[in-house]
């Protein structure tokens, strides 16, 4: 019988790479608090409906790319392919939009695509929605924050801004219809996927990664052409506010989002140090969409960031390192029953004052000597010891483990009584224990 494994895209994040994620989310968290954003937590699964009326029903992520299922009462829901959707449903349903409203939220989404580095069935974001606010001054604050973030990352070098208009629903229509015209003329030299949606959605040829197919769009209707007076007078507004803040940006008059439910500003950052998958954040305005799902007409702007990307982004440009489990600080031996009570008692009492350490106890027993090679193993720079003469003598041995002995000292280890051994440790560890204000 072959073992169980994952399901395919759908993969384990192991102990060596948890910190990384960890830093990224409270980095992110004390970042988004910092600016009044309070957080929101959403259920995995949706009604299938809400991703159709929102996404759009001839998206890729709509027609090919969703978990959907029937429940036991015919019903049928969905793994949420994105968080925008369910934190506007649940906006409404709370009643959280009798005002200006700013929400974030963490978690797994779920499309069927082609797994690649950076690009999986089951992946990560971190999501940020602003409701209330029309006027421009909220996308510029949106992107700022997420330019503070990279630089909080150590990622300003590795990401560059791009932003563009789409203009309202109308203006798109009208570019649409003559951007199909255009293309039609073309058909049998666009690339497949680009065939598939020329009628279905032909705003995302513009976004196409084939070299033919975007050399034929060199010579496609321009959408800034297509756009009305007041998405225009809104983007340069907001080119005008980045430039205030001292922010580069360029304007990629092809960026379009995947959704249907974006109108006027939409940006993006990416990054060449990831191959194929370059978007490490996007989003953009989204006027229309409350009212779609059946709430009060609300403007709201917002984005998502990608997880593994970013984490990927960190230790590609080393704004973290590539590092193993996180080491213990102090490991605990004992032999005899005694000594492990006495041991037991103490590292608890020492967990409960030196909670900035990372204090391992030795189980499943053994000699000291197994004992203290696991010690060593464990990256711990010190070794707690107790025995027969600890117990006796009411010490402990504390024992160096990643130091030099001093001349004449045996290992460097000391015999400290047993009610000075925290204040032992403050002193060995005063670099990384937290002052108390």
Known sequence: MSNIRAVRGMNDILPDETPHWRYLERTVSRLLASYGYGEIRLPVVEQTDLFKRSIGEVTDIVEKEMYSFDDRNGESLTLRPEGTAGCVRAAIQQGLLGGPQRLWYAGPMFRYERPQKGRQRQFHQIGVEAFGVASVDMDAELILLSARLWRQLGLVDAVQLQVNSIGSSSARRAYRSALVAYLESHRDALDEDSQRRLHSNPLRILDSKSPQTQAILDGAPALADYLDDEARSDFSRLCDLLQAAGLPYVVNPRLVRGLDYYNKTVFEWVTDRLGA??????????DNLVEQLGGKATPAVGFAMGMERL?????????????????????????????????????????????????????????????????????????????????????????????????????????????????????VFADQIRQEE
Do not use: N
């Open 311 to 427: 984490v990927l982004l960190m230790l590609e440009t080393g704004a973290v390192e590539s590092a193993g489990q996180s080491a213990a600080d102090v490991y605990a031996v004992a032999v005899g029953d005694a000594a492990h009570r006495e041991a037991l008692a103490a590292v608890e009492s020492l967990r409960d004052h030196l909670d900035d350490l990372v204090i391992v106890q030795h189980t499943g027993g053994g000699s000291f000597k197994s004992q203290l090679k696991k010690a060593d193993k464990s990256g711990a720079r010190v070794a707690l010891i107790w025995g027969e003469d600890e117990v006796r003598a009411q010490t402990v041995t504390v024992k160096p483990l990643r130091e030099a002995a001093e001349p004449g000292e045996k290992s460097g280890q000391l015999s400290v009584p047993r009610e000075q051994l925290e204040a032992t440790l403050r002193t």
């Open 277 to 286: 998958q370059g978007t490490v954040c996007a989003g953009g305005r989204y």
